[in-house]
């Protein structure tokens, strides 16, 4: 892949995809017949849907595992859910996003070496299942509405495990190549050196995606090492709960000392809370209740997210990534949540 | 008031001022620091306060009114608050409305003759003081921030209380004229009848106001009436409700007969959620909770009743509004509430 190519990708990050997770959008028979997730949302850019992997692991409902698959109670109604390579990509065929990802099993960390190793071998044999079924469903699609498949390399912070998973990931051969089962408690450290000797592995040719992350000094480390596209819930979930992000450090609009404030969240953004909305207003709408503070500071922050993927991309162009970067680290060392 | 004037302050209703009670907006301080209510919450148009006076009758927390005022206990956080024809009027004035509000007394329908009477007595007597208050304050303002006072006409359903009131409200003198105290329970018949035995009343060279209407089929008929300016919650309250107006019927998204359709709220409608989702879509956001379901049709419903009152001002200056609105209040005959 070459860096004009990157730079695309790195676009998609916050401002063209929105991730979703097939598990958690339960009726994906409603969506499939309202147009699926592009007609069903409004939203015409492009689509990635999560295979539900990740949000089996994250939910912790789990009752049972094994080399087939899984079985969970879901959390909206408590019924069993069974979901396994083929059910996953069949789902997310049917949503009908442009991106689809791999049914994968990520580790907990820290995680015994064994169950590392365990979840390792079946996210290896459930990329080939869903390969497979992929092949089967993708020959039903038009040529312009062609899905991609992106693999997930998982493997913990353990070197070994990670190149062995990398290998029989790109051997199968997929659309992209993600690296999961990270931003899951290792700290930015560990993240940082799990990716920067897992993304060699993965050929410059094709997309390269880190999931789940992240803080901006994440997303900075993370495209220093390569990688190319990211998701994350962060400039959303931190915006509907009064934390926005801006390049003079994290404000919380809670706080009682921005009650008389008139100065915008972030001067000189042109995001639609910045041009209309002083912090002490903002802070009314939090501390009131009021749907306005998390919708403002939803928008900011994906603004926030934009500016800093535009500027990756613009120094990616310029040539001075490195540099640039190093001090935009320094700048943004507060969001290192190791 | 000539026909064009009507026009201007019509399209008012929905379009240009948001309404407000000083009440409910605990902080005037805050607010008149951070640039008063155009300032804090990013609405450059026109803002109409009204004076608490309906407030503290729909919240009923009330505890002593006599002459002098009303004494209650805050709904927010159960404070004692004093409240009258000189504290509303200085609330207003710092919250820097555009169009504030006399402090009146709101009765209940059904009421005693002698309780309508004595409010319609506090009603005129407040409306002095608000007037001679308003005017001390009223010196303080530039020429280009110049606030204007409405005067509000009581007496329940009753036509010699009301033409008592209007006589002495009109009498002391106001920037425009409210009728209060209607949408209380009265239904429609009783309401059309005291609107417009009252407007007459009223002198045509001034705004004439009816507080709290309405649905579409109460609006026109006051139109019909006389009447100029409208405040009502129902585009948002009803919005977040999942009820939405149509000019093809009332549609509640929450049924499951929505749940396949691939339609738009109102085919077309230029709003945004319109533009962007179906039915289905919307059902699927309010069922999950998603808050994206109530802002879409707060929107949608705030656009009908800006085409509502579009095509009001055009009938009037087409000259053919009673012809056209008598086939219309047959189309909304669903929203008489009576």
Partial sequence: ??????VVFGQAVTA????DAS???AGEDAIAGLGGLHGFTGWRGPWLTDSGGYQVFSLSALTRIDDEGVEFSSHIDGARVHLNAEIATDIQHRLGADIIMCFDECTPFPADEDRIETAVKR???????CKREFSVLGSQLSADNR???FGIVQGGIDPELRRRCAGQIVEIGFDGYAIGGLSVGEGHDNMVRTVEFTVPLLPRAHPRYLMGVGMPVDILAAVRAGVDMFDCVLPTRNGRNAFAFTEQGPLRLRNSVHGDSTEPVEPGCDCYGCRHFARGAIRHFFNSGEMLGPILLSLHNLRFYQRLMANIRKHIEQGDFDAWAAAEMERYAWTDNK
């Fill in 16 to 19: 063209k995809i929105i991730a």
């Fill in 123 to 129: 996210t290896i044999d459930w990329a080939r299942r």
């Fill in 1 to 6: 892949m070459d860096r004009r190519v990157k």
């Fill in 23 to 25: 598990d958690h959008l």
């Fill in 147 to 149: 899905q991609l498949l």
